[in-house]
């Protein structure tokens, strides 16, 4: 048989259940830690002050550690069921001061709070805030001060009360399990974040031995490469030697030769002896004075470049965490509408790396490293054959295009100049490594990525060098790998650097900022600056990222367009009359799309 429920809860009862343990008060403003306990904001908030600048506070109860965000208490999460009891609490002290709660049952309040005697109480005034008894409440409905007030009977009060207490049930249940389903979902994310770390940490280890493993491989060869060096030396040397020690063993016969003619008074035998030592000291004379290279007998090493200095400015990788969706992010514009048309598509679905826009309307597409495509009235009209690889494409001041080709090998790289009919015109430089993206300031120098070498060539219009944009002031590169770039008005320059970064530089090339996309595998290829003062990024997983001339995100493009969504940008241009925006995706499709503003 199950437990008869208790007919009430007394006031008292419930208010120490919900007082805070460490001020002996009723919560306020409840706020829940990490291991379920509950207290004051005001008395975590002492316990944080007293802490600081520690950006974790301690439970007093279960000394589990809470981490609390930028050290804002009122950032922790508020216990929504404590405060929906204490709501629950003060309403029903409200209707009745001296009565205890009532939870089944219609037992009353024995006290009349208008005549102030213990009599049956079975009406209450819910202006007067005031339980009545029958005598009493014949007046109070007569009186005309009070008669228009709402006064309710026991029953009804329990029925209310009962109705209510089921609503706050039910609110309560809900927050129950949103509470628990936000719970799971922050473990599953733990969990996910301790694979997600475990599995980077393998990573950078692999990556770190595969490093150590490298130069290991590079040391041993140079060591037996002298080695091999000092034997070859050492052998030549004991060459030497021993011709030495023969010779002096010769002058020593010759010597004792010399003595022996010298005692004789023999001219006969002091005639031949003298002949004998006289062959003895020119062959003598004549291997021992030979030339002596053991003074250039020498070793150095000569290293490509500092050892010190490539691994200072390399780097084995970056850590980038982001947010693997993009549903939650903000869009750009917010007070406008973007419409969209398909231009053209490539024949074969060619992706597009460089896309330029002439005053005839035509518009000339690098697409697939392969071909260089010129598209007039949506018609691909003609393909220009001479160009081997072409990347990056861009309208000159002087009405001509400039196209970066990469050729067929590294080094093969060269810059040239068509005219605005597409035809080849000249070779402005060659022997570039890896040229990819291209740009053209307010002066009319040329700004040429090359992302083999990791550096920026900026050179006249006629193709001389003036500057080679690669280490930074403390002797660092400057890019992991540079692709694309642009220019704006004012000469500052925009590079997007191995996929990942978005880097900004003054007129002086010095960085002033750097963007990292926040959404996890992001890969950033073309940029461009528009006339509004904001920079298109072309990200070729997420969509096309806005962003102020600051380097602050701005939020995603909108989409759709008309129906038409936009996936995996890749290139960029404004159209000839700078009215929209053209874009180039992975899949050999040219877009133009236009932002129309809303009141």
């Known amino acids: 048989m199950a437990t008869a429920s208790p007919s009430h809860v007394s006031k008292e009862k419930l208010t120490d259940e919900l007082s805070c343990s460490l001020c002996l008060e009723c919560y306020k403003q409840p706020k829940v830690l990490q291991c379920q306990h509950t207290f004051c904001l ?19 109860l279960c000394r589990e550690q809470t981490f609390v965000p930028n050290g804002n208490i009122e950032a922790l999460k508020t216990n929504y069921i404590v405060e929906s009891l204490l709501t629950f609490m003060a309403q029903c002290t409200s209707m009745g001061g001296h009565s205890d709660l009532e939870w089944s049952g219609q037992t009353v309040a024995k006290y009349c709070q208008l005549c102030q005697e213990e009599r049956e109480t079975d009406i209450f005034c819910d202006d007067c805030k005031m339980w009545l008894c029958k005598s ?28 209510k207490l089921k609503v706050v049930e039910k609110e309560m249940q809900g927050l129950e399990e949103a509470i628990e389903e936000q719970h799971q979902k922050v473990l599953m994310n733990q969990e996910f974040l301790s694979q997600q770390a475990g599995k ?32 070859q030396i050492d052998a030549k040397q004991q060459s030497k030697i021993t011709l030495l020690q023969e010779n002096a063993q010769r002058i020593k016969e010759g010597l004792s030769f010399v003595k022996d003619v010298r005692k004789s008074s023999d001219a006969h035998h002091i005639t031949n002896m003298f002949g004998h030592v006289e062959a003895v000291r020119q062959t003598v004379s004549h291997d021992s004075l030979a030339e002596d290279d053991f003074e250039k007998c020498q070793i150095e090493f000569h290293a490509v470049e500092p050892l010190s200095q490539a691994i200072s400015s390399s780097s084995l990788g970056h850590i980038l965490c982001g947010k693997s969706s993009v549903d939650d992010s903000p869009v750009y514009p917010d007070n406008a509408v973007t419409v969209g048309e398909l ?7 060619y992706y597009i790396t460089g896309i330029a826009s002439a ?12 071909s260089l495509k010129k598209i007039k009235k949506s018609i691909c009209e003609e393909e220009i054959y001479h160009v081997v690889k072409p990347w990056g494409v861009v309208k000159a001041p002087s009405s001509e295009l400039i196209l970066t080709d990469c050729g067929k090998s590294l080094g093969g790289g060269s810059v040239n100049i068509l005219d605005l009919e597409g035809k080849f015109a000249r070779v402005i430089a060659n022997g570039l490594s890896l040229p990819r993206g291209v740009a053209v300031d307010s002066h009319g120098r040329i700004h040429v990525c090359d992302e083999n070498d990791r550096c920026v060539y900026v050179m006249t219009p006629e193709g ?27 000469d500052y320059i925009f590079i997007s650097d191995g996929g990942k970064f978005v880097k900004m530089f003054d007129s002086n090339f010095q960085l002033k900022w750097t963007y990292k996309s926040p959404f996890a595998r992001a890969e950033f290829w073309d940029i461009l600056t528009a006339d509004v003062g904001v920079l298109y990024v072309a990200d070729w997983n997420h969509g096309i990222h806005i962003l102020s001339e600051e380097g602050e995100f701005l939020g995603l493009l909108k989409q759709p367009f008309n129906d038409i969504v936009v996936k995996e940008p890749t290139a960029f241009c404004l159209n000839f009359n700078r009215s929209s925006l053209l874009v180039g995706t992975s899949n050999g499709e040219v877009f133009a799309l236009d932002t129309v503003e809303t009141e």
């Open 42 to 60: 005001p008395c975590l908030q002492r316990l944080m002050d007293a802490s600081f600048p520690s950006m974790q506070i301690t439970c007093p």
């Open 136 to 163: 009493c409440s014949v007046p109070h409905n007569r009186l005309p001060a009070t008669k228009s007030h709402r006064t309710m009977a026991v029953a009804d009060i329990v029925t209310k009360a009962k109705d």
């Open 200 to 231: 980077v940490a393998s990573q950078i280890e692999a990556s770190w031995r595969k490093a150590v493993d490298i130069i290991t491989e590079k040391k041993v060869a140079l060591m037996q490469d002298i080695a091999l060096s000092v034997s």
């Open 343 to 349: 231009v053209h598509r490539l024949a074969y679905g």
């Open 359 to 370: 005053y005839d309307g035509s518009i000339f597409v690098a697409s697939n490293c392969n």
């Open 464 to 490: 001389r060098i003036v500057a080679i944009i690669k280490y930074s002031w403390d002797g660092k590169f400057l890019f992991e790998a540079p692709r694309f770039i642009t220019i704006n008005k004012y």
